[in-house]
């Protein structure tokens, strides 16, 4: 129980939480990656001209949408072993990292297929047509044309999506992924749960630095980016 609030915890708490910040790094980054190229094969889809596919790729977004972060953590956490299981497989003594990846590059691919999606069709049609008749291939057409306008579009709401999945990735403690939020509760438990405001104060500062760093870093990219792209207009 808090029964005095003391500063020095804080300071004492980041010295411990930083070292785990690899953990929290390393679920982040592989989601980023598998997740985007989820979301590429999703937004293909709802882009092209097959209407069954589209449904499917509209079907799983609207469901990973409107699952809450800390459900889909337990659906795939005890869904994923309890369905291998049936084949003789048993997944129980992986790593629970691993399903902390899964869940996420499931829910990004979710977001990242509407990200891909609407920065694609925000781009003129025109652009490819006029491309082509110049004499560019069409692959040519999209990477040299198409592909860098949309990244631009894009950016926005792709950091939005990073920030998002660092703050959701928290989660990954409930099922026992020591990453730096799961240090924190360990402290905390060490403590008796006393001083547990101090360490929180400390996580979050440590959540703040982070989440303003990398939205400084995608400011900086989309005005570098505008600017390239406002030259290539102009010529």
């Known amino acids: 129980m808090q029964k005095y609030f003391d500063a020095s915890y804080i300071w004492d708490a980041f010295p411990t939480l930083i070292p785990f910040l690899k953990v929290t790094f390393l679920v982040v980054i ?5 997740g985007s190229f989820l979301g590429f094969i999703l937004a293909t889809m709802k882009i092209g001209k097959n209407k069954f596919a589209k ?8 469901v990973l949408r409107c699952t809450p972060s800390i459900v889909l953590l337990f659906l795939v956490y ?11 497989i048993d997944l129980n003594d992986i790593d ?15 977001i990242m297929s509407e990200v891909i999606r609407t920065a694609y ?4 049609k ?22 860098p306008q949309a990244f631009v579009v894009a950016l926005p709401n792709f950091g939005n999506g990073l920030l998002e999945l660092l703050k959701e990735g928290s989660l990954a403690y409930t099922i026992g992924l020591i990453d730096v939020m799961g240090k924190a509760n360990m402290i905390i438990a060490s403590n008796y749960n006393s001083h547990a ?3 929180y104060i400390a996580l979050s500062i440590i959540y703040w630095v982070l989440s303003i760093a990398i939205e400084q870093f995608f400011l900086k990219l989309e005005r570098f980016f505008s600017k390239g792209k406002q030259v290539v207009k102009s010529v």
Do not use: M
């Not at 005890?78 to 003789?88: L, R, T």
């Not at 025109?126 to 592909?147: C, D, K, M, T, W």
């Open 30 to 34: 592989l989601s980023v990656l598998f």
């Open 55 to 62: 449904k499917i790729a509209h079907g799983y977004t609207t």
């Open 78 to 88: 005890y869904g994923v072993p309890a369905i291998f299981i049936n084949f003789g």
């Open 96 to 110: 629970k990292a691993i399903f902390v990846v899964l869940t996420f590059t499931l829910q990004f691919g979710a």
């Open 121 to 124: 069709e925000s781009i003129d």
């Open 126 to 147: 025109g652009q490819y047509e006029a491309a082509v008749s110049v004499g560019l291939s069409p692959p040519q057409a999209y990477r040299r044309i198409i592909f």
């Open 197 to 199: 405001l101090e360490i």
